[in-house]
């Protein structure tokens, strides 16, 4: 996959919420330290991750969405099975927590 996806208000149902298998999805924005730090982590899921999705939304550029799903602070990640939210992160994590997270998922895909 290489990176991770760009998730926009237009492409947020066919991207995630049609999407065959879980997707997680980091609410984020540019001005955004903690968002700024966890990139990498997030763009080494998407790289590492054959089977679930990983990608981001830009909250600034996207506010439907992040409005939709109650995104308060940021980052957020939101992990999205079957068009539905079945888990919520709030703040900056390490990316074992975040593997480990989808695991979780993958194993019951």
């Known amino acids: ?6 998730f926009t208000d237009a492409n947020f149902e066919a991207e995630v919420l049609k999407a065959s298998q879980p997707v ?5 924005a540019t001005w955004c330290g903690p968002c700024r730090q966890i990139a990498p982590i997030i763009d080494q899921l998407a790289t590492e ?12 550029a996207n506010q439907g969405t992040a409005f939709r799903y109650g995104v308060e602070s940021i980052p957020t990640l939101l992990l999205f099975k079957d068009g539905q939210v ?11 927590r975040l593997q ?10």
């Open 1 to 6: 996959m290489g990176s991770a996806t760009v």
């Open 24 to 28: 997680l999805v980091d609410f984020w």
């Open 49 to 60: 991750n054959s089977v679930a999705k990983v990608g981001k939304l830009d909250v600034d």
């Open 86 to 96: 079945v888990e919520r992160i709030v703040g900056a994590q390490p990316k074992s």
């Open 100 to 109: 480990a997270l989808l695991d979780r998922h993958l194993v019951s895909a």
